[in-house]
């Protein structure tokens, strides 16, 4: 793991200098990914049975750290093919035949993919609208029509799981759909200040002919599997944050205001605020690991369980990532607001995972819901304790 990690590290340097280009013009970092691609990065969860590297969440995590401490919008684009394909081989969720030829492309040909879920109407799906995407069945194909926003990388995409309602019964069904389906298109809406090299167009969807098998799984509204893949989200923006705070700690060590003896580094103020991006950045790095490697030793059913732990490293990671910016940018001052300073583009980036699920609201509400129940699990269980001691003193000679 070590030697993938210290390889990717020197792999992605070139990512830093070309962050500023594509924010500036809210381009695609396509030479990115095809790096990536080259290094075969793209393939390392793709599970061993198919030829990949089947990596641990640990290490996926902890490798979208270093992409995002060189490029944000590139290591949130590509963290949701890796999560993807990750969650497909643990939840043996597509037909067999399915994701092993899709798998065979990732190998061979570097295929991309990416869900498709949000929909203007519906917002964020984590929410649980329905889509108004629709998928009808005729002549032995499924027909989908619809208009799909946020589609993260979707200039390099090879393929697209679109979420559907099938009309005859209103169920929702994920859709396997290959780029150069007739009636597909990209239409390059991506406007947002933040992560503006994601590529995150809309997908519309013209009456697209799918094949019938390519219907690869029902969706189930509610209570959705605990999602350990998820954890590239706060792994991206803690990299961010990373830089944020290298950058300024460079910045302190070499400024030097004629009013002050030394660097602005000797400052009890500064040293201060260094202090503080360094504990938050111990603290979550513990955490967002800590909770990784718990996933991969878990059996499927501990993991369950983990799903207030995955909501709370995210919502923790990303609000002190915020944190961390924050102050860095407390420490640089007035020039980090400059539009040649990175500062500024760590700023608006970080703020973007705020709205990556899951969301605040939801982890806190389910976190409180966790506590209650545990509370109420353990007044159960003193009361079974306490009811066997009063039987045994009573039924004892």
Known sequence: MNERLLALEEKVQPFKER??????EASFPVE?????????????TVPKRYGGKDISLLEFVKAQQII????????LSIGWHMGIVQNLGEENSWPEDIYASFCKEVIENGALLNNTATEPATGSPTRGGKPETTAVFKDGRWHVTGRKTFTTMAPVLDYFVVSATITTDESVANFLIPRES???????TWDSIAMRGTGSHDLVLENVKVPEHHL???????????????????ACYLGIAEAAKDYTVGFAKEYSPNSIEG??????????????MELLMQRNKHFLYGVAQKWDNASYEERQDMKPELGAVKY????????????????????????????QRYYRDVR??????????????????????????????????????????????
């Open 316 to 343: 923790s990671v990303v609000n002190d990532a915020v944190k961390i910016v924050d102050i860095a940018m407390r420490i640089a001052g007035a020039r980090s607001l400059s539009s040649k300073n990175p500062l």
């Open 352 to 397: 973007a995972g705020l709205h990556n699920p899951p969301m605040d609201d939801m982890t806190i509400m389910l976190l409180a819901s966790d506590a209650i129940k545990k509370s109420g699990n353990l007044l159960i269980h003193r009361f079974r304790f306490l009811t066997k001691i009063n039987w045994i003193i009573y039924h004892t000679p």
């Open 216 to 234: 690869v799984a029902y969706l189930t509204p509610g209570n959705k599997p605990a999602a350990g893949w998820l954890l590239h989200i706060p």
């Open 19 to 24: 962050a500023f280009k594509h924010d500036q």
């Open 182 to 188: 007739p009636g597909l298109s990209i239409e390059e």
């Open 68 to 75: 995002g401490k060189a490029d944000g919008s590139t290591a």
């Open 263 to 276: 660097t602005i580094s000797d400052l009890p103020n500064v040293k201060q605020k260094i202090g503080e």
């Open 32 to 44: 990115n990914i095809n790096e990536l691609k080259d290094i075969g990065y793209t393939a390392l």
